[in-house]
């Protein structure tokens, strides 16, 4: 008969500690990820999406426009980095907050590429460099 090892309550609670501990240190590391990002440009908000098991995307948008994004394991811990950076969090990607999002060339042509009349390199398979010759 095989035996099961549930484990005592006391190692249950030493992964639950050490699991809380792991999620504390990544919200440290992303709120000074935040920090960093609102101090190069002029302060931030930030709005949090949930996308799927990947965790939560933190956008953040800079008080010049500048924009980027980090990715939190769960919400708990996006929401807790937003709060140790002292973020201003959004409901939704609309509005005032989307409308001071600047996009430059970059994002453009990733956006629409083909149609805009951007590099057709969007249209292509992806290349290989160890089997495509250059």
């Known amino acids: 008969m095989a035996e099961t090892n549930a484990g005592t309550p006391a190692d249950t609670q030493a992964e639950e500690t050490a699991r809380d501990s792991r999620a504390e240190r990544?919200?440290?590391?992303?709120a000074r990820s935040i920090g960093a990002f609102a101090k190069r440009h002029g302060g931030a908000e930030g709005q949090l999406a949930y996308i799927g098991q990947r965790?939560?995307?933190i956008v953040l948008v800079g008080e010049d426009g500048q924009w980027g994004d980090l990715v939190a394991p769960s919400h708990a811990i996006a929401q807790s980095a937003a709060e140790k950076a002292g973020l201003t969090l959004h409901e939704?990607?609309?509005?005032?907050f989307a409308a001071k999002?600047?996009?430059?060339?970059?994002?453009?042509?990733?956006?629409a590429g083909i149609q805009l009349g951007g590099?057709?390199?969007a249209a292509r398979e992806p290349?290989?460099?160890a089997t495509d010759a250059a």
């Open 26 to 30: 990544r919200a440290a590391k992303l």
């Open 55 to 57: 965790g939560t995307r």
């Open 92 to 96: 939704s990607f609309d509005g005032d």
């Open 101 to 111: 999002v600047r996009t430059g060339p970059y994002e453009w042509k990733r956006m």
């Open 119 to 121: 590099k057709q390199e």
């Open 127 to 129: 290349r290989n460099p």
